[in-house]
T-cell receptor
Framework: DTGVSQDPRHKITKRGQNVTFRCDPI?????LYWYRQTLGQGPEFLTY????????KSRLLSDRFSAERPKGSFSTLEIQRTEQGDSAMYLC??????????????FGPGTRLLVL | KNEVEQSPQNLTAQEGEFITINCSYS?????LHWLQQHPGGGIVSLFM???GKKKHGRLIATINIQEKHSSLHITASHPRDSAVYIC?????????????FGKGTLLTVNP
Protein backbone atom coordinates (compact mmCIF):
# COMPACT_ATOMS: atom_id res chain seq x y z
CA ASP A 1 0.00 0.00 0.00
CA THR A 2 1.53 3.34 -0.98
CA GLY A 3 -0.95 5.69 0.72
CA VAL A 4 -0.38 7.93 3.71
CA SER A 5 0.25 6.00 6.91
CA GLN A 6 0.13 7.12 10.52
CA ASP A 7 1.39 5.53 13.68
CA PRO A 8 0.06 4.78 16.20
CA ARG A 9 -3.61 4.54 15.28
CA HIS A 10 -4.71 4.93 18.87
CA LYS A 11 -2.99 6.42 21.89
CA ILE A 12 -4.23 6.65 25.47
CA THR A 13 -2.11 8.69 27.82
CA LYS A 14 -2.33 10.37 31.19
CA ARG A 15 -2.50 14.12 31.53
CA GLY A 16 0.97 15.62 31.68
CA GLN A 17 2.67 12.94 29.59
CA ASN A 18 4.35 13.61 26.26
CA VAL A 19 3.19 11.86 23.09
CA THR A 20 4.64 11.66 19.59
CA PHE A 21 2.84 10.72 16.41
CA ARG A 22 4.39 9.78 13.10
CA CYS A 23 3.15 10.32 9.55
CA ASP A 24 4.62 8.75 6.42
CA PRO A 25 3.35 10.58 3.34
CA ILE A 26 3.09 9.33 -0.21
CA UNK A 27 6.71 9.19 -1.26
CA UNK A 28 6.79 11.76 -4.08
CA UNK A 29 4.60 14.30 -2.28
CA UNK A 30 6.32 17.53 -1.33
CA UNK A 31 3.63 18.94 0.98
CA LEU A 32 2.57 17.46 4.30
CA TYR A 33 -0.23 18.70 6.55
CA TRP A 34 -1.36 18.07 10.09
CA TYR A 35 -5.01 18.57 11.08
CA ARG A 36 -6.94 18.02 14.28
CA GLN A 37 -10.52 16.84 14.40
CA THR A 38 -12.77 16.74 17.44
CA LEU A 39 -16.02 14.85 17.68
CA GLY A 40 -18.74 16.22 15.42
CA GLN A 41 -16.48 18.82 13.84
CA GLY A 42 -14.62 19.10 10.60
CA PRO A 43 -10.82 18.93 10.67
CA GLU A 44 -8.89 22.08 11.60
CA PHE A 45 -5.56 23.03 10.10
CA LEU A 46 -2.57 22.82 12.46
CA THR A 47 0.56 23.13 10.33
CA TYR A 48 2.10 22.28 7.00
CA UNK A 49 5.48 21.55 5.46
CA UNK A 50 6.83 22.17 2.01
CA UNK A 51 9.58 19.59 1.79
CA UNK A 52 11.42 19.96 5.13
CA UNK A 53 10.40 23.57 5.78
CA UNK A 54 7.52 24.25 8.17
CA UNK A 55 5.82 27.17 6.46
CA UNK A 56 2.79 27.85 8.60
CA LYS A 57 1.56 27.06 12.08
CA SER A 58 -2.01 27.68 13.17
CA ARG A 59 -2.62 29.62 16.34
CA LEU A 60 -4.28 26.39 17.49
CA LEU A 61 -0.77 24.99 17.81
CA SER A 62 0.31 26.07 21.29
CA ASP A 63 3.91 26.01 22.50
CA ARG A 64 3.34 22.46 23.73
CA PHE A 65 3.03 21.26 20.15
CA SER A 66 5.98 20.80 17.83
CA ALA A 67 6.22 19.25 14.41
CA GLU A 68 9.19 18.25 12.30
CA ARG A 69 9.77 16.83 8.87
CA PRO A 70 13.47 15.99 8.69
CA LYS A 71 14.77 15.44 5.17
CA GLY A 72 11.35 16.20 3.75
CA SER A 73 10.09 12.65 4.21
CA PHE A 74 8.16 11.45 7.28
CA SER A 75 6.89 13.89 9.87
CA THR A 76 6.42 13.77 13.61
CA LEU A 77 4.00 15.71 15.78
CA GLU A 78 4.86 15.91 19.46
CA ILE A 79 2.57 17.13 22.21
CA GLN A 80 4.25 17.90 25.51
CA ARG A 81 2.46 17.96 28.86
CA THR A 82 -0.77 16.69 27.36
CA GLU A 83 -4.07 18.12 28.55
CA GLN A 84 -7.53 16.60 28.37
CA GLY A 85 -8.43 19.19 25.73
CA ASP A 86 -5.84 17.64 23.43
CA SER A 87 -8.04 14.56 23.03
CA ALA A 88 -8.89 14.43 19.33
CA MET A 89 -8.16 12.69 16.06
CA TYR A 90 -4.89 13.91 14.55
CA LEU A 91 -4.91 13.61 10.79
CA CYS A 92 -1.98 13.81 8.42
CA UNK A 93 -2.32 14.49 4.70
CA UNK A 94 0.10 14.90 1.83
CA UNK A 95 -0.05 16.37 -1.64
CA UNK A 96 2.05 17.10 -4.69
CA UNK A 97 2.11 20.84 -5.18
CA UNK A 98 2.57 22.03 -8.75
CA UNK A 99 2.86 25.79 -8.89
CA UNK A 100 -0.03 27.86 -7.59
CA UNK A 101 -2.85 25.44 -8.38
CA UNK A 102 -4.84 23.84 -5.58
CA UNK A 103 -4.12 20.16 -5.26
CA UNK A 104 -5.83 17.05 -3.93
CA UNK A 105 -4.75 16.12 -0.43
CA UNK A 106 -4.46 12.44 0.50
CA PHE A 107 -5.26 11.65 4.09
CA GLY A 108 -3.90 9.05 6.44
CA PRO A 109 -6.14 7.01 8.76
CA GLY A 110 -5.48 9.33 11.70
CA THR A 111 -4.22 8.87 15.25
CA ARG A 112 -6.93 8.99 17.88
CA LEU A 113 -5.59 10.48 21.12
CA LEU A 114 -7.34 10.14 24.46
CA VAL A 115 -5.88 12.03 27.41
CA LEU A 116 -7.14 10.79 30.78
CA LYS B 1 -20.42 32.34 11.10
CA ASN B 2 -18.15 29.59 9.75
CA GLU B 3 -16.43 30.26 6.46
CA VAL B 4 -17.72 26.93 5.11
CA GLU B 5 -21.25 25.88 5.99
CA GLN B 6 -22.90 22.59 5.15
CA SER B 7 -26.50 21.47 5.22
CA PRO B 8 -28.09 19.36 6.40
CA GLN B 9 -26.02 18.23 9.38
CA ASN B 10 -27.73 14.85 9.40
CA LEU B 11 -29.52 13.08 6.59
CA THR B 12 -31.34 9.74 6.62
CA ALA B 13 -32.48 8.16 3.38
CA GLN B 14 -33.88 4.93 2.09
CA GLU B 15 -31.85 2.84 -0.31
CA GLY B 16 -32.32 4.05 -3.86
CA GLU B 17 -33.15 7.65 -3.00
CA PHE B 18 -31.46 10.65 -4.62
CA ILE B 19 -29.32 12.52 -2.08
CA THR B 20 -28.25 16.17 -2.10
CA ILE B 21 -25.80 17.76 0.34
CA ASN B 22 -25.20 21.49 0.15
CA CYS B 23 -22.15 23.62 0.88
CA SER B 24 -21.89 27.41 1.04
CA TYR B 25 -18.66 29.31 1.52
CA SER B 26 -17.82 32.93 2.22
CA UNK B 27 -14.13 33.06 1.25
CA UNK B 28 -12.51 33.40 -2.14
CA UNK B 29 -11.53 29.96 -3.29
CA UNK B 30 -9.25 28.38 -5.83
CA UNK B 31 -11.03 25.04 -5.50
CA LEU B 32 -13.78 23.31 -3.56
CA HIS B 33 -13.29 19.77 -2.27
CA TRP B 34 -15.74 17.07 -1.33
CA LEU B 35 -14.44 14.41 1.03
CA GLN B 36 -15.88 11.24 2.52
CA GLN B 37 -15.11 10.05 6.04
CA HIS B 38 -16.09 6.61 7.26
CA PRO B 39 -16.35 5.63 10.94
CA GLY B 40 -12.83 5.13 12.28
CA GLY B 41 -11.49 8.29 10.73
CA GLY B 42 -10.14 7.68 7.22
CA ILE B 43 -10.85 10.55 4.83
CA VAL B 44 -11.03 10.04 1.08
CA SER B 45 -11.06 12.83 -1.45
CA LEU B 46 -14.06 12.50 -3.78
CA PHE B 47 -13.85 15.63 -5.91
CA MET B 48 -11.87 18.80 -6.36
CA UNK B 49 -13.59 21.36 -8.55
CA UNK B 50 -13.28 25.02 -9.41
CA UNK B 51 -16.13 25.34 -11.91
CA GLY B 52 -19.03 23.46 -13.43
CA LYS B 53 -19.71 19.85 -12.66
CA LYS B 54 -17.85 16.58 -12.13
CA LYS B 55 -19.20 13.04 -12.09
CA HIS B 56 -17.74 9.81 -10.79
CA GLY B 57 -19.99 6.80 -10.82
CA ARG B 58 -23.12 7.63 -8.82
CA LEU B 59 -21.59 10.78 -7.38
CA ILE B 60 -22.00 14.22 -8.95
CA ALA B 61 -20.52 17.48 -7.66
CA THR B 62 -21.51 20.91 -8.90
CA ILE B 63 -20.32 24.39 -8.07
CA ASN B 64 -21.71 27.88 -8.70
CA ILE B 65 -18.86 30.33 -8.22
CA GLN B 66 -21.06 33.43 -8.39
CA GLU B 67 -23.37 32.14 -5.66
CA LYS B 68 -20.50 30.56 -3.66
CA HIS B 69 -22.39 27.32 -3.44
CA SER B 70 -21.66 23.69 -4.19
CA SER B 71 -23.74 20.53 -4.06
CA LEU B 72 -22.89 16.85 -3.83
CA HIS B 73 -25.47 14.49 -5.27
CA ILE B 74 -25.66 10.73 -4.85
CA THR B 75 -27.92 8.88 -7.24
CA ALA B 76 -29.45 5.50 -6.37
CA SER B 77 -28.11 5.66 -2.82
CA HIS B 78 -26.90 2.48 -1.14
CA PRO B 79 -26.22 1.60 2.52
CA ARG B 80 -22.50 1.55 1.77
CA ASP B 81 -22.77 5.28 1.00
CA SER B 82 -23.39 5.85 4.72
CA ALA B 83 -20.58 8.13 5.91
CA VAL B 84 -19.79 11.71 6.80
CA TYR B 85 -19.43 13.95 3.76
CA ILE B 86 -17.26 17.01 4.23
CA CYS B 87 -16.95 20.09 2.08
CA UNK B 88 -13.64 21.99 2.20
CA UNK B 89 -12.35 25.11 0.50
CA UNK B 90 -8.86 25.81 -0.83
CA UNK B 91 -8.43 29.56 -0.43
CA UNK B 92 -7.50 31.69 -3.38
CA UNK B 93 -3.99 33.12 -3.44
CA UNK B 94 -0.97 32.35 -1.31
CA UNK B 95 -2.88 30.17 1.15
CA UNK B 96 -4.28 27.79 -1.43
CA UNK B 97 -2.63 24.86 0.32
CA UNK B 98 -4.82 25.29 3.41
CA UNK B 99 -8.20 23.60 3.54
CA UNK B 100 -11.03 25.17 5.50
CA PHE B 101 -13.55 22.49 6.33
CA GLY B 102 -17.26 22.42 6.96
CA LYS B 103 -18.55 20.42 9.91
CA GLY B 104 -19.71 17.56 7.73
CA THR B 105 -23.01 15.91 6.90
CA LEU B 106 -23.73 12.52 8.44
CA LEU B 107 -25.53 10.43 5.85
CA THR B 108 -27.29 7.22 6.82
CA VAL B 109 -28.81 5.11 4.06
CA ASN B 110 -31.16 2.43 5.30
CA PRO B 111 -31.80 -0.77 3.33
Amino acid sequence: DTGVSQDPRHKITKRGQNVTFRCDPISEHNRLYWYRQTLGQGPEFLTYFQNEAQLEKSRLLSDRFSAERPKGSFSTLEIQRTEQGDSAMYLCASSLALGRLAETQYFGPGTRLLVL
Amino acid sequence: KNEVEQSPQNLTAQEGEFITINCSYSVGISALHWLQQHPGGGIVSLFMLSSGKKKHGRLIATINIQEKHSSLHITASHPRDSAVYICAASRRGGSNYKLTFGKGTLLTVNP
